[in-house]
Structure formats: C-alpha cells, structure tokens
Nanobody, 125 residues
Framework: QVQLVESGGGLVQAGGSLRLSCAPS????????MGWFRQAPGKERAFVAA????????YSADSVKGRFTISRDNAKKTVYLQIASLRPEDTAVYYC??????????????????WGQGTQVTVSS
C-alpha cells in the first residue's frame, strides 16, 4: 500500500514559520510530481503548491506566492513546504499528494492519485 506521510505541522504564532515534509512509506511507487493542498474548517480542499520531480518546476497558488516555497530532495524522495510569515488564515490541515502524470493541471485535486493523512497547522493571532 502506498502511503504518504506528512510531518512538521503544529501551533505557531502569526508571523512565524514552519517547514512541512512529506515522504512516501510502504510500497514503492513512482510519481512525476508532488503537491501540497490545504483544507481549512468548513472549506474545500485547495491547491497550495506543486513541484515536478524531474526538473523542479514549481507551481503556486496566488494566495501563497512570496510566503510559501515548495522544494524537493530527489534522493530522499521527500518534498518540503516552507511556510513563512504565517497568518491566522493559513490555519488548515495540510495534505501532500502525488501525481503520476506531467500532463493535466497541476492545480487540480483530481490529477493526484495518492494522498497523505494531513498535518495540522494552527496559527494564533
């Protein structure tokens, strides 16, 4: 069974920073890219950022550009989300996801086949 495991979430004050990590466990699988999504209470899951394994091309939601940085470590098969200048509205469960294709929208949830269980990020004002 393919599993993605997120870590690094927690409670942080506004203005602080966090680094989320996501790594696969369980059955080996290949993916072409990874994405981060978040779901705030009462809202739909939304795209945050994504990255291609092959050339590191990144994609980010307009709402997080300049504050969120996605990166990857191919050797560790780990993807990171560096979050800076946290705001209370960033409070959400953050999920990582893997996609098998380079084609199709990088912003669409439906293009991602495997999902982690999520890690909670809570920002206090």
């Amino acid at each position: 069974q393919v599993q993605l495991v997120e870590s690094g979430g927690g409670l942080v004050q506004a203005g602080g920073s966090l680094r989320l990590s996501c790594a696969p466990s369980g059955r080996a699988f290949s993916s072409r890219g990874m994405g981060w999504f978040r779901q705030a209470p009462g809202k739909e899951r939304a795209f945050v950022a994504a990255i291609s394994w092959s050339d590191g091309t990144t994609y980010s939601a307009d709402s997080v550009k300049g504050r969120f940085t996605i990166s990857r470590d191919n050797a560790k098969k780990t993807v990171y989300l560096q979050i800076a200048s946290l705001r209370p509205e960033d409070t959400a469960v953050y999920y990582c996801a893997a996609r098998s294709s380079l084609f199709g929208s990088w912003y669409s949830l439906s293009m991602y086949s495997y999902w982690g269980q999520g890690t909670q990020v809570t920002v206090s004002s």
